[in-house]
């Protein structure tokens, strides 16, 4: 057992309301200093509310219990409290300004001044010092706007090192990563701890990271501590068990048992070209050609860069690049989808990767969002059908089991498994022929995952076609019946689920192996 000395964080009793919801009751959690320490749970269990508690989000007065931080007993008023004592929290909405260089990122807020003004030849100098030590290869004056998600999280954990954290929070950090940015991000964090002793709390959905990283695990479900898990070589995380006390019930499978009924062909891509946005000799896509059948399942898998989620966009409506080319056909019929409007009177769904910029109003209720792509469904000379728009919102909220007290509640009020569900709940009440699911559990607990698992079964075993792009080859293996592989803007092979493993994918994804074009249809 550590000793007090050992001990660099407690969390005492920790209770935390929003008006008569509790989300928090009576919590404990006890750190060892230069742990990794996993925090994991559903979403809406509680863990960001704990998080924002200790670093001062949530202000001393506002809650119930104590901080003992390096054996002081804390009352952070405010963020900056607890930064002056080394607690750094980067939340997975990084805050980060896209149209600021890294160095001026890195010192938002906590500038290097000389005299009255900003040193910026000394902030660049500091900046490419914490960047080197995070591993970051990039100019300090590049726009943020220019460099990827993984090098952002970098300049995240960069910003932390110029104010000498000493426990750094990590909220759901390989959300947007890639498995090969993932890699290096938690390889990062467990050197900063070997070499700097740095401390990190990490929430994360994803139990194959938590498995390699964590030294101690802690679930929390409904606002309640549920269990403790010690890692080490001699005690493997038991995934199975840590499933089941973060859903409540045990899941015998990750992925729902599924035999799909395939029929037609309902959609077909070939020969489909694509030019960047802002440089015109630049492919995005290069002669991509697919196709998918009633009722099957499609899975599109890539490293970052691969082209995936562009090809997708510019196929539905134009809504990416320049120059498009190619052919489309809708049961066996060649079609234009020349803007967004047009994709979805053909019966074409997108759901986006990013939901709360382009898949919600955060500020509409569940009935207005779910309702937001069937207008002229659910109008009549115009005019809404209120009662039936009602009718279609609560049976979405039912069958899709939408943690909601009411389908009046905004989309911004739920949680991301929630609003992912509000997601699809808006283009399954269109009835789509053809459904594009981008990254459709990103940042989603398990348990949700699941139920959307599920949703998409349904949509396959009513005769849709579904198109799903995701970074998790096992996400794609557990629902898919077949996978395209896509790298740097050409798919390189098609090949069944059941004949097929990760290893292969991967081999084709970095372009490495190339089926040819008559391959690539079922």
Same mark, same amino acid.
């Given at each position: 057992m550590p000793n007090q000395q050992d001990v660099i964080l407690e969390m005492r009793h920790i209770t935390k309301r929003f008006g008569p919801v509790t989300a928090l009751e009576d919590v404990n959690i006890s750190v060892n200093r230069g742990e990794i320490f996993s925090l994991c749970g559903e979403n809406g269990a509680g863990k960001s509310t704990m998080m924002n508690v200790l670093s001062g989000v949530y202000p001393y007065g506002s809650y119930e219990g104590d901080i003992v931080y390096d054996g002081r007993t804390c009352q952070f008023k405010t963020i900056r409290d607890s930064e002056k004592l080394g607690i750094v929290i980067i939340h997975q909405e990084l805050a980060l300004v896209p149209y600021m260089t890294i160095a001026q990122n890195i010192f938002l807020g906590n500038p290097i001044k000389k005299g009255i003004f &900003?040193?910026? #030849?000394?902030q660049r100098r500091v900046a490419k010092s914490v960047m080197d030590a995070v591993g970051l290869d990039e100019n300090p004056d590049t726009l943020i706007s220019n460099i990827g998600v993984g090098k952002q999280q970098l300049v995240e954990i960069a910003k932390? /090192?110029?104010?000498? &954290?000493k426990l750094l929070i990590l909220d759901e950090p390989t959300a947007a990563l890639n498995d090969e940015d993932?890699?290096? /991000?938690l390889q990062l964090i467990?050197? /900063?701890? #070997?070499e700097q002793g740095i401390t990190s709390i990490i929430i994360s959905h994803k139990l194959n990271e938590?498995?390699?990283s964590a030294d101690k695990v802690q679930v929390i479900r409904d606002g309640h501590t549920i269990s403790h898990f010690d890692i080490n070589a001699q +005690?493997? /995380?038991?995934?199975?068990a840590l499933i089941r006390d973060m859903v409540g019930r045990s899941l015998t499978n990750r992925y729902p048992m599924h035999a799909s009924t395939i029929g037609k062909e309902i959609f077909r891509v070939e020969h489909w070209k694509v030019h960047h946005p802002l440089d015109e000799d630049r492919l995005i896509a290069n002669d991509v050609s697919f196709n998918v059948r009633a009722g099957e399942i499609v899975g599109l898998a890539g490293l &970052? !860069?691969? !082209?995936?989620?562009?090809?997708?966009?510019?196929?539905?409506?134009?809504?990416?690049?320049?120059?498009?080319?190619g052919k489309l056909f809708v049961e066996g019929e060649e079609v234009k989808f020349p803007n &967004?409007?047009?994709?979805?009177? +053909? !019966?074409?769904?997108?759901a986006t990767e990013d939901r709360k910029v382009y898949g919600l109003n955060l500020l509409a209720s569940i009935k207005e969002n779910t309702s937001m792509a069937n207008f002229k469904a659910l109008s009549h000379y115009g005019v809404i059908d209120r009662n039936r728009e009602v009718r279609i919102a609560e049976k979405y909220r039912s069958e899709f089991r939408i943690k909601a007290p009411s389908i009046d509640v905004p989309a911004g009020n739920l949680s991301g498994g929630n609003q992912q569900k509000v997601v699809l709940a808006k283009w399954v009440s269109a009835s789509p022929k053809v459904l594009i699911l981008d990254e459709p559990t990103r940042g989603i607990d398990v348990g949700a995952k699941y139920e959307i698992y599920e949703i998409i079964d349904q949509l396959a075993d009513s005769g849709s076609a579904v198109v799903i792009i995701s970074s998790e080859l096992p996400e794609l293996l557990g629902i898919c019946d077949r996978i395209y592989t896509m790298s740097q803007g050409v798919i390189t092979a098609c090949r069944d689920v059941e004949g097929t493993n990760q290893e292969e994918l991967m081999r084709y994804m970095t372009g490495s192996q190339r089926m040819g074009f008559s391959e690539t249809f079922a």
């Open positions: &900003v040193d910026d #030849r000394e932390a /090192l110029t104010k000498n &954290v993932s890699e290096k /991000l467990d050197r /900063l701890r #070997r938590i498995a390699e +005690h493997p /995380l038991d995934q199975d &970052v !860069g691969a !082209g995936r989620t562009e090809t997708a966009m510019s196929i539905f409506g134009r809504q990416y690049g320049t120059g498009a080319t &967004v409007g047009a994709a979805i009177d +053909h !019966g074409f769904a997108y």
